[in-house]
C-alpha cells in the first residue's frame, strides 16, 4: 500500500476515533488537559486522548500523577488502563507511567483497511455455522469461550457488560462460529457512530480449530455487517495471531498500541 494511503488511514483514525467515539459505554468522562478520564462499571477506569499536545517531559510527568490522584480518590475505581500509541508525540510517557504504579501489557497493532475488503465469502469447514447472537445463554456462553482462549478465568462480569450493552440497542453486534451446538470461534462488531469506521474487537478461535479458516468467516461476516451499516473502514487493535490474517484481507498496520494496567 502506498505510505500516503496509510497516512489517510492514521490520520482517520485520530480524527474519528480517538473522540467520544472511543469510549460508547463510559459512566462518566473528565477532562484534565489533554486526557480523557473516562469510568466505565465495575470498577474500571481508562485514560485516552487525542494528542498531548506538544507537552513536554515535565508536563506529562505531572498529567500521569494527577490522573492516578483523580482514580486514587474514587474508592470504586479498582483497575485503570492508560492506552498508549506508538505513533504519538510523548516524551518521558513510558517512566512517568512506570514511576506511577503502571505496568505494560501486550503491545498491538493498531490495523486499518476498507470494509468492503474484508467482506468477502469465506468457505466453513463441514459441520460449521456462522450466526449473529443476542440470547443471554449463547452470550455467556461465547464470553466464557473467550475467557478460555485468551487464557483468563471465566468472568461473569464480562458476560453481564455485553449483555447490557446488547439492552441499549447502541448498535454493538455478537458473532459466533458455531461446531455441533459448541462456540469455536467468535468476535464483536462495534460501529462508530458519528464516522466511517466500525471496529471488530474480541477475534477468538479455539486452538484445535484454528488454520481452518473460520477466524477469517468471523471477521468477514462483521465486516459485511458493517458495510450494511454504512460503515466504509475496518479497525482492530491486533495480536500477532490475527495481524497476518487481517493483512492477507487487505487491513495495514498504520501504528502499534500498547495498553499500561494500573491496579488499586
Known amino acids: ?73 474514587d474508592p470504586e475505581i479498582t483497575r485503570v488502563e492508560w492506552k498508549t500509541r506508538a505513533h504519538d508525540t510523548a516524551p518521558g510517557l513510558t ?29 466453513l469447514p463441514d459441520g460449521v455455522i456462522l450466526r449473529r447472537i443476542t440470547e443471554e445463554g449463547d452470550v455467556r456462553a461465547m464470553s466464557a469461550m473467550q475467557d478460555e482462549v485468551f487464557g483468563d478465568p471465566v468472568s461473569h462480569e464480562e458476560a453481564d457488560a455485553l449483555l447490557r450493552r446488547l439492552a441499549t440497542g447502541d448498535g454493538m453486534e455478537l458473532w459466533i462460529a458455531e461446531a455441533r451446538g459448541v462456540i469455536v470461534s467468535a468476535g464483536r462488531l462495534e460501529p462508530v457512530h458519528g464516522s466511517r469506521f466500525a471496529g471488530i474487537w474480541g477475534g477468538a478461535t479455539r486452538e484445535e480449530w484454528r488454520g481452518r479458516g473460520i477466524y477469517r468467516a468471523v471477521a468477514a461476516a462483521r465486516a459485511r455487517s458493517a458495510v450494511r451499516r454504512g460503515k466504509s473502514l475496518i479497525h482492530s487493535d491486533s495480536t500477532e495471531y490475527s495481524r497476518p490474517i487481517l493483512e492477507r484481507s487487505g487491513l495495514v498496520r498504520v501504528s502499534t498500541t500498547t495498553p499500561y494496567r494500573w491496579t488499586r
Not at 488537559?33 to 486522548?49: D, E, M, Q
Not at 517512566?95 to 468457505?123: C, K, P, R, W, Y
Open 95 to 123: 517512566e512517568a507511567l512506570l514511576a506511577n504504579g503502571f505496568v505494560a501489557d501486550e503491545t498491538e497493532s493498531i490495523m486499518i483497511g476498507e470494509a468492503a475488503s474484508l467482506a468477502l465469502d469465506v468457505e
Open 1 to 73: 500500500m502506498a505510505p500516503e494511503r496509510r497516512q489517510q488511514f492514521l490520520k482517520a483514525y485520530d480524527d474519528e476515533l480517538r473522540t467520544d467515539a472511543e469510549t460508547p459505554s463510559a459512566i462518566t468522562v473528565s477532562q484534565l488537559g489533554p486526557l480523557r478520564l473516562v469510568t466505565f462499571a465495575n470498577g474500571r477506569g481508562f485514560i485516552t486522548y487525542q494528542n498531548l499536545g506538544g507537552a513536554d517531559g515535565t508536563t506529562i510527568r505531572d498529567l500521569v500523577a494527577e490522573a492516578v490522584a483523580y482514580f486514587l480518590a
